[in-house]
Every structure is written in structure tokens, then in C-alpha cells.
T-cell receptor, first 114, second 116 residues
């Protein structure tokens, strides 16, 4: 079974600053995907970024980038130039290759302060 | 529709009652998923449909929970004899259902169920 851990229940960052959210996972699988989802108060889960485990290059998506360390089973999310709209719960998630369901971590509540 | 929709947005019921939660997936999406998100936790997988059939129902916690998708589009999650521990946000997601590794799941806004 896979598990996902997010050790930071809450974090805050000043607007325009950079923040890093941590995620570690446990699996015996070699091929899988990792994701970061954002959940604002509207409750709708929004995909932020995804990483294929077989790719060594870290994924980037505009202000969002990841630091994927496969050997350490670590998958952190860096948000640059934080904006007020980034305030939300952030969930790290795991899915095996060609799998159909996610395993989510417990989430980190991020507050961007003006 | 433009996105996944779920009704009702909020549902309050009494212990022991029966409830139905509805999910309308994105048009053309053959795969549909239900997740349960308890307070302060991440979503947990319940069941996955490919078309009309439940391809994986391993996440359903017990036989009080059941889901259907009779025409391969709209799905209903049914909970019998509700318990206070069933209180949670129930999320639905849909995807194209291809075998491609880029098959992205799109989530609805969820139904918040409160069992008194």
C-alpha cells in the first residue's frame, strides 16, 4: 500500500515571496505519478502540477515547480512570487502507473499574507 | 456541461436516514470517481466507474455505501442508515477514461454531508 505524508499542517508566506511545501511518500512501485492539487474554500480540487516518476527533470508550471527526489521519496512544491489567490489547502497525491485512483496526503493549509 | 457538477451542495440528515448524492461528469468522460474527504484530511478513494460498470469499488467502507451509473453518465452515491461518522465532503471526479498516462481527473465542488 502507498502512503503520502505532508508534515506541515499550516504555512504562511508574504505576498511576492517564495514558499516550499513538503511531501514524502512510501511505495514499492517503480513507475508512478505524483501530483499537487490545490483546494480553495470553494472545495474544488484544482491540479497544480504533476510529475512522472520515470522523468528525472523536475516539472515546472509557471510560478510552480517541484523538487522530485525519487531515492528519498520526496516531492516538494515551490511557489514563487506568491499571490493572494494562492491561499488554499494543498494536497500531495500519488498514483501508480496506469492506475485509476489517487492516494492523497493530509494537506497543508497555505495562507498568503498581504 | 463545462465542468463536473454535484448536487446538493450541502445535505443535512439525521442518523439512520437514507441519502443520495448526485454527480454529473464532464460530457464525454467515460470514467467517474467518488472520493470522501473527512474534516482535516485528504480525499480517500471510494469507487471508480468505467462506463456503466464499477471497475473498482475497493474503497467503499461497508455495505451501507453503494453507487450506480446506469447510463454511463450521471452517477448517484447512495448511503443507507447514515451514521455520524459518515459526515464528510463527498467529491466526484471524471476523466476521459483513456489508457493514456495523461488521463487527467477533473473534480467537482463536492457535497458536504452532515449527519446529526
Amino acid at each position: 500500500a502507498q502512503t503520502v505524508t505532508q508534515s506541515q499542517p499550516e504555512m504562511s508566506v508574504q505576498e511576492a515571496e517564495t514558499v516550499t511545501l513538503s511531501c514524502t511518500y512510501d511505495t514499492s512501485e517503480n513507475n508512478y505519478y505524483l501530483f499537487w492539487y490545490k483546494q480553495p474554500p470553494s472545495r474544488q480540487m484544482i491540479l497544480v502540477i504533476r510529475q512522472e516518476a520515470y522523468k528525472q527533470q523536475n516539472a515546472t508550471e509557471n510560478r510552480f515547480s517541484v523538487n522530485f527526489q525519487k531515492a528519498a521519496k520526496s516531492f516538494s512544491l515551490k511557489i514563487s512570487d506568491s499571490q493572494l489567490g494562492d491561499t488554499a489547502m494543498y494536497f500531495c497525491a500519488f498514483m501508480i502507473l496506469y492506475g485509476q485512483n489517487f492516494v492523497f496526503g493530509p494537506g497543508t493549509r497555505l495562507s498568503v499574507l498581504p | 456541461g463545462a465542468g463536473v457538477s454535484q448536487t446538493p451542495s450541502n445535505k443535512v440528515t439525521e442518523k439512520g436516514k437514507y441519502v443520495e448524492l448526485r454527480c454529473d461528469p464532464i460530457s464525454g468522460h467515460t470514467a467517474l470517481y467518488w472520493y470522501r474527504q473527512s474534516l482535516g484530511q485528504g480525499p480517500e478513494f471510494l469507487i471508480y466507474f468505467q462506463g456503466t460498470g464499477a471497475a473498482d469499488d475497493s474503497g467503499l467502507p461497508n455495505d451501507r455505501f453503494f453507487a450506480v451509473r446506469p447510463e454511463g453518465s450521471v452517477s448517484t452515491l447512495k448511503i443507507q442508515r447514515t451514521e455520524r461518522g459518515d459526515s464528510a465532503v463527498y467529491l466526484c471526479a471524471s476523466s476521459r477514461g483513456t489508457s493514456s498516462d495523461t488521463d487527467t481527473q477533473y473534480f467537482g465542488p463536492g457535497t458536504r454531508l452532515t449527519v446529526l
